[in-house]
Nanobody, 124 residues
């Protein structure tokens, strides 16, 4: 069984910064793409950023230049540094990962795993 545990959410003033972390644990063979999504009240979940195992990144246009995604493969952890936060970015932030697990010694399966969500509130 694999799980993602997030940390680092909270209250921050407009223009402030926050760093989210998400650590994977369990019977993991390897982790491919990891990412961050967010869901604001009354809105659909949207992509924030993704990062491949090799470090290639992708950002939504709304966060480019302000957010930075990174990962530590040795720790199975992904981070999201968020700067210049805006009130409209108040949302529950979720991490996700494509996790490869061994089904048998010679067969593997890729699972899409989600974290429990971390509330980020941007308000004065």
């Amino acid at each position: 069984q694999v799980q993602l545990v997030e940390s680092g959410g909270g209250l921050v003033q407009p223009g402030g910064s926050l760093r989210l972390s998400c650590a994977a644990s369990g019977s993991i063979f390897s982790i491919n793409t990891m990412g961050w999504y967010r869901q604001a009240p009354g809105k659909q979940r949207e992509l924030v950023a993704t990062i491949t195992r090799g470090g290639s990144t992708n950002y939504s246009d709304s966060v480019k230049g302000r957010f930075a995604i990174s990962r530590d493969n040795a720790k199975d952890t992904v981070y999201l540094q968020m700067d210049s936060l805006k009130p409209e970015e108040t949302a529950v932030y979720y991490c996700s990962a494509l996790v490869v697990v061994a089904i048998t010694p010679k067969s593997y399966r890729t699972l899409e795993v989600w974290g429990q969500g971390s509330l980020v509130t941007v308000s004065s």
